[in-house]
Nanobody
Framework: QVQLVESGGGLVQAGGSLRLSCAAS????????MGWFRQAPGKEREFVAATAWSRVTTAYSGSVKGRFTISRDTAKNTLYLQMNSLKSEDTAVYYC???????????????????WGQGTQVTVSS
């Protein structure tokens, strides 16, 4: 079992930046693949970014690639999402998720993640 707690969300103007954090506790953080997903009002939850336990595999959705960066600090048991050049369409609740080591080709697949945080709201004003 692993517990995930997100923080760092808030209100920001378009073009601005935010850094989300996800603090993990429970089982060994370094053994999990970790990801960020988001859900906008009236829309389904979607993949944003993920990083494998080995850090060899990192994936981004096309809509955030080049603007967002996912990283993890094993010593702090924390996952990060640096979000730059934010757009109004980035407004959503952002969720941190974890899964046991899995095949790289499915790292962006939401149903393969077993553990979820409660989410943090990001609002981008235009």
């Amino acid at each position: 079992q692993v517990q995930l707690v997100e923080s760092g969300g808030g209100l920001v103007q378009a073009g601005g930046s935010l850094r989300l954090s996800c603090a993990a506790s429970g089982r060994t953080f370094s053994s999990f693949d970790m990801g960020w997903f988001r859900q906008a009002p009236g829309k389904e939850r979607e993949f944003v970014a993920a990083t494998a336990w080995s850090r060899v595999t990192t994936a981004y959705s096309g809509s955030v690639k080049g603007r967002f960066t996912i990283s993890r600090d094993t010593a702090k048991n924390t996952l990060y999402l640096q979000m730059n050049s934010l757009k109004s369409e980035d407004t959503a609740v952002y969720y941190c998720a974890a899964r046991d080591r899995g095949p790289p080709q499915s790292i962006a697949t939401m149903r393969t993640y077993d553990f979820w945080g409660q989410g943090t709201q990001v609002t981008v004003s235009s």
